[in-house]
């Protein structure tokens, strides 16, 4: 088990940026791979961008070049760095881990708003 805490949505303008961060309570290197999904109202949850334990990623065509992720090993912490952002962004996001075994674990999300 695992728990995985969001932190970091907040409200922001078109173009603006945030930082979300997903802090894990054990080592991160019990995952394969670590990701971000997000959920706007009346849709189904999507990948966002994921990175496996040798630090090799992958983004959903729509943030690239905008966003960024990456970890910090040390920190067991998982960053979703987010730039440009447009109103479609908005949706909670969730960070998700899945084990070697593939169990996955889940966050309980945090809100990005993006709107003028």
């Known amino acids: 088990q695992v728990q995985l805490v969001e932190s970091g949505g907040d409200w922001v303008q078109p173009g603006g940026s945030l930082r979300l961060s997903c802090a894990a309570s054990?080592?991160?290197?019990?995952?394969?791979?670590m990701g971000w999904y997000r959920q706007a109202p009346g849709k189904q949850r999507e990948l966002v961008a994921n990175i496996t334990f040798d630090e090799a990623t992958n983004y959903a065509d729509f943030v690239k070049g905008r966003f960024s992720i990456s970890r910090d090993n040390a920190q067991n912490t998982v960053i979703l760095q987010m730039n440009t952002l447009k109103p479609e962004d908005t949706a909670v996001y969730y960070c998700?881990?899945?084990?070697?075994?593939?169990?996955?674990?889940w966050g309980q999300g945090t809100q990005v708003t993006v709107s003028s």
């Open positions: 998700n881990a899945r084990a070697y075994d593939n169990a996955q674990y």
């Open positions: 054990r080592s991160i290197f019990n995952f394969w791979v």
